[in-house]
């Protein structure tokens, strides 16, 4: 039995990511300078009600930071790496043929800056694009859908164009609730933190993880359906 082509899709922040990076950004450069109705915190509140959107919280927020893109990313050295794990992941999918993309809602140049100060760029992202001047920055959204307008990009787009080939599989690995609405879609899924809660109280199967030393050994091990270790697969050869 020989392995399917497999795509993985990996969440960025707080996955890939050690850290929300959007976060770190917003605490390090967006400040308190505006009224209190209209600083980044006031957005993050109002969405964690229900009351603004993730793609209108990330707009306005990152619009009253001061600084330039390239200043911040040139912050994040030294405060935001990835996951631990994540470079021996990306090797074992180099060597097994294995695509990963990144998957995000989050902005893509902060995504690239850390995957670049980490040597681990290029790597296939699907992101928001962000250019333009302090204030004025003007966002795109590639993957999004009518149906999921306000996360900005859709994951589970990004997961279905990914196997519109035949005899491809999918895995998510995420930690949010934008990551568990691919999970439902996906052959496999690896869980962390908050998106455990969500397959849980939804019944959709995880596999559980804390790093990607976690997803490797999952691999190695075996992943039913969807990826066979090679010595089983020799093992079962006539």
Not at 17 to 32: I, K, S, W
Not at 91 to 120: D, M, P
Not at 198 to 215: K, L, Q, S, T, W
Request: charged share 25%; net charge negative; hydrophobic share 40%.
């Amino acid at each position: 039995m020989s392995n399917p082509r497999v795509v993985v899709l990996v969440d960025f922040d707080g996955t890939a990511a050690a850290q929300n990076v959007a976060e770190t950004l917003l605490e390090r450069y967006g400040g308190e300078t505006f009224p209190a109705s209209d600083t980044w915190t006031a957005h993050r509140e109002a969405f964690r009600k229900g009351d603004m959107t993730l793609r209108e919280y990330q707009e306005r927020a990152f619009n009253g930071v001061n600084v330039t893109l390239q200043t911040m990313s040139e912050g994040l050295k030294g405060i935001c790496w990835p996951r631990e794990g994540f470079e021996e992941f990306i090797s074992f999918c180099k060597t097994n043929a294995i695509q990963l993309t990144i998957v995000t809602n989050g902005l893509e140049f902060y995504v690239r800056s850390v995957l670049e100060q980490a040597n681990l760029d290029p790597l296939p992202v699907c992101a928001v694009a962000c250019e333009g001047d302090p204030g004025r920055l003007q966002y795109s959204y590639p993957f999004d859908t009518p149906e999921c307008w306000e996360w900005g990009n859709c994951k589970c787009r990004v997961l279905e164009e990914s196997r519109a080939e035949r005899d491809i599989k999918t895995v998510m690995i995420g930690d949010g609730y934008s990551d568990y609405c691919a999970a439902r879609l996906a052959d496999a899924a690896f869980a962390r933190a908050t998106m455990r809660n969500h397959c849980d109280a939804n019944g959709v199967a995880y596999i559980p993880f804390e790093d990607f030393h976690d997803v490797l050994a999952a691999f190695r091990a075996g992943i039913p359906g969807v990826w066979e270790p090679e010595a089983a697969a020799e093992q079962r050869q006539p």
